[in-house]
T-cell receptor
Framework: EAEVAQSPRYKITEKSQAVAFWCDPI?????LYWYRQILGQGPELLVQ????????DSQLPKDRFSAERLKGVDSTLKIQPAELGDSAMYLC?????????????FGPGTRLTVT | AQSVTQLGSHVSVSEGALVLLRCNYSSSVPPYLFWYVQYPNQGLQLLLK????ATLVKGINGFEAEFKKSETSFHLTKPSAHMSDAAEYFCAVGREDSNYQLIWGAGTKLIIKP
C-alpha cells in the first residue's frame, strides 16, 4: 500500500540552528499539506501546495519557516533559526486533487525537539 | 467560521465496554466529516468518513459513526473496547469551498482500563 514518507523521524537541535524536514507524498497526489501538532492538540495547517504552487501559507511564520515543492512531487519544510517554541510534531499529508471529500493521507511525522 | 468541538479531552472506559467519543461541528453548508486515530509518535490514520448517502458509517477496527444533521453531530462508537484502541482520536470537517482543507477538533485521548 502506498504511503507518505517523511524523514527524519526524530530531530534534536539547539536553539538558533537550522532544521529541515522532507516529505514524499503518495504518487499522483497533487495536494500536499504540512502541519504542526503540539502535544495534546489537533494538527495546525502551516502550508498547502497544489502541485508546485502554494495554495495557502497564511499560518506559516514566514520570518523563520519556508517550504518548497519545486517539481510538484516531494517537499521540504525548513526552520531557520529554530526556537524553543518550535518543539512539536511536524506532519505531512497528501490527497487527490480537487475534492474535499477525499481524505488526507498522513506520513509518520517528524518529532522536533529544540534545546 | 467553521469549528469542530470534541467533548472531553480524555475518555476512560473499561476493556469490553462501549466507546463513545463525541464530535459536534458548526457549518452552514453540508460538510464532509472524518474521524482519524493517532497512536503515540505516529501520523494520523483515517478511521472512517461521511460524504453523502447513508448516515451510519462503518470504519476500520470495528468503529462506526452516525451523521445527525439536526444535531450537527458525528459521534464515534465501538461496541466493545479493546486495549489496542488506546490512542488519540480526532474529528475533522471538510468543505468544498474551503480549499479542501480540514478543520480539526482538539482530539480526545481514549484510555482503556483492564
Amino acid at each position: 500500500e502506498a504511503e507518505v514518507a517523511q524523514s527524519p523521524r526524530y530531530k534534536i537541535t539547539e536553539k538558533s540552528q537550522a532544521v529541515a524536514f522532507w516529505c514524499d507524498p503518495i504518487s499522483g497526489h497533487a495536494t500536499l499539506y504540512w502541519y504542526r501538532q503540539i502535544l495534546g492538540q489537533g494538527p495546525e495547517l502551516l502550508v498547502q501546495f497544489q502541485d508546485e504552487s502554494v495554495v495557502d501559507d497564511s499560518q506559516l511564520p514566514k520570518d523563520r519557516f519556508s517550504a518548497e515543492r519545486l517539481k510538484g512531487v516531494d517537499s521540504t519544510l525548513k526552520i531557520q533559526p529554530a526556537e524553543l517554541g518550535d518543539s512539536a510534531m511536524y506532519l505531512c499529508a497528501s490527497s487527490l486533487p480537487g475534492l474535499a471529500r477525499d481524505e488526507q493521507y498522513f506520513g509518520p511525522g517528524t518529532r522536533l525537539t529544540v534545546t | 467560521a467553521q469549528s469542530v468541538t470534541q467533548l472531553g479531552s480524555h475518555v476512560s472506559v473499561s476493556e469490553g465496554a462501549l466507546v463513545l467519543l463525541r464530535c459536534n461541528y458548526s457549518s452552514s453548508v453540508p460538510p464532509y466529516l472524518f474521524w482519524y486515530v493517532q497512536y503515540p509518535n505516529q501520523g494520523l490514520q483515517l478511521l472512517l468518513k461521511y460524504t453523502t448517502g447513508a448516515t451510519l458509517v462503518k470504519g476500520i477496527n470495528g468503529f462506526e459513526a452516525e451523521f445527525k444533521k439536526s444535531e450537527t453531530s458525528f459521534h464515534l462508537t465501538k461496541p466493545s473496547a479493546h486495549m489496542s484502541d488506546a490512542a488519540e482520536y480526532f474529528c475533522a470537517v471538510g468543505r468544498e469551498d474551503s480549499n479542501y482543507q480540514l478543520i480539526w477538533g482538539a482530539g480526545t485521548k481514549l484510555i482503556i482500563k483492564p
